[in-house]
């Protein structure tokens, strides 16, 4: 069956420098996605969303850019700070259908001091 | 708003005891999950409801999984009887409509000895 899947399951980083966290998806018809960072403890907390009708959004130190030709998401967070250490997960939805979301393994951020 | 609130946090049973998760979701929500989520295999869905109708089950593993919703601000999961493979963290979430983010109450960690 169609999934979703993460290439890096850890990725650590240095305070300040910037994230790249990729996502890559099989289902053709999903065309609404959201990000989802997943504190130690606690429940996934939504950061951003993108629909297919855009390749890229922009929110608070984060970007999201969507490669529909490839099938492949990627959250972009600026000046990564300790605070940021979670793990995050990608979400596709499917539509025409009840956007059921569908979450991959995610991919666990450290951030160094 | 309080979020998504589920009960209880924590719950440690011995095998064979029934168990019954509590679910809140956020007032005005008309969609509702459930998920189960361990190291092996992630997040899963278990069964996802709309306006209060079960719309997908076809996660809940076996009969011993159980889910209502008699009314769109309370939702329960029993599991009878239990057995230490449902040992996982099982979360809640609502949301006000489909192609919508999800909101994640802060989950149940189930631990079946």
């Known amino acids: 069956g169609e999934s979703v899947g993460l290439h890096l399951p850890t990725l650590s980083v240095q305070e300040g420098d910037n994230s790249i966290i990729n996502c890559a998806y099989s289902?053709?018809?999903?065309?609404?996605f959201i990000w989802y960072k997943q504190e130690s403890g606690k429940g996934p907390q939504f950061i951003i969303d993108?629909?297919?009708?855009?390749d890229k959004r922009q929110g608070q130190r984060v970007t999201v850019l969507l490669n529909k030709t490839v099938k492949h998401l990627s959250l972009q967070i600026a000046a990564t700070q300790p605070g940021d250490s979670a793990v995050y997960f990608c979400?596709?939805?499917?539509?025409?259908?009840?956007?059921?979301?569908?979450f991959g393994r995610g991919t666990s951020l450290i951030v160094h001091p | 708003d309080a979020g998504v609130i589920q009960s209880p946090r924590h719950e440690v049973t011995e095998m064979g005891q029934e168990v019954t998760l509590r679910c809140k979701p956020i007032?005005?929500?008309?969609?509702l999950f459930w998920y189960r989520q361990t190291m092996m295999r992630g997040l899963e869905l278990l069964i996802y409801?709309?306006?209060?109708?079960?719309?997908?089950d076809s996660g809940m593993p076996e009969d011993r999984f159980s889910a209502k919703m008699p009314n769109a601000s309370f939702s329960t999961l029993k599991i009878q009887p239990s057995e230490p493979r449902d040992s996982a963290v099982y979360f809640c979430?609502?949301?006000?409509?489909?192609?919508?983010?999800?909101?994640f109450g802060q989950g149940t960690r189930l631990t079946v000895v």
């Open positions: 979430a609502s949301r006000t409509g489909e192609g919508t983010e999800a909101f």
């Open positions: 289902n053709s018809a999903s065309d609404y």
């Open positions: 993108i629909r297919s009708n855009m």
């Open positions: 979400a596709e939805n499917i539509g025409g259908g009840s956007y059921i979301p569908t």
């Open positions: 007032s005005g929500h008309n969609s």
């Open positions: 409801f709309n306006n209060n109708v079960p719309i997908d």
